[in-house]
């Protein structure tokens, strides 16, 4: 094989790993505790990916193995550096890190924490503090009644989760 053709060979294989990097949120990056260690674990795994993909002799399997590692060790790094760890307010009021409950106008209850964006999983029970329903709430006390998305919301319980 000539020269030529590995060359070719290795130039389409880093334009087919170039990956572009992940979107950062222009909202301050409030985090709890919790997901400031979930930030920080991610950051580690991305590390060892990226660290072990660069053993790998072949130059191209390299590459193919490397791009998310180091596209996910930039992301995590500029996140745990840009964090801003908030502690909870009292559960007084809705705020960043209290569990809210509440009664939605059709009957159904729901309870979420606010959190920051990174650590945000709605089927886990947790919203980004920039989120509508977060918004809407934010300064709420337990009985305000709140309208989004066309129906009212009455927060039932406002509590400070045990683990931030």
Do not use: W
């Not at 060790?73 to 964090?83: C, D, G, P, S, W």
């Amino acid at each position: 094989m000539s020269v030529a053709f590995a060359r070719e060979d290795s130039a389409a294989t880093a334009s087919e790993v170039e990956l572009p990097g992940r979107p950062v949120s222009p909202h301050p990056n409030l985090v709890t505790a919790r997901g400031l260690a979930l930030l920080q674990a991610a950051m580690d795994t991305a590390r060892t990916t990226y660290d072990k993909a660069q053993a790998i002799e072949d130059a191209n399997e390299r590459r193919r193995e490397a791009a998310p590692a180091l596209r996910d060790l930039v992301y995590f790094t500029e996140r745990v550096r840009t964090a801003q760890l908030v502690e909870p307010r009292e559960a007084g009021e809705v705020g960043f890190g209290t569990r809210v409950a509440f009664e939605r106008g059709d009957g159904r209850r729901q309870a979420f924490t606010i959190v920051g964006e990174d650590e945000a999983d709605p089927r886990q029970g947790t919203v980004s503090y920039v989120s509508p329903m977060a918004r809407a709430l934010t300064g709420k006390r337990t009985g305000d009644v709140v309208e989004l998305a066309g129906q009212e919301i009455e927060i039932l319980a406002i509590e400070v989760p045990a683990h931030g």
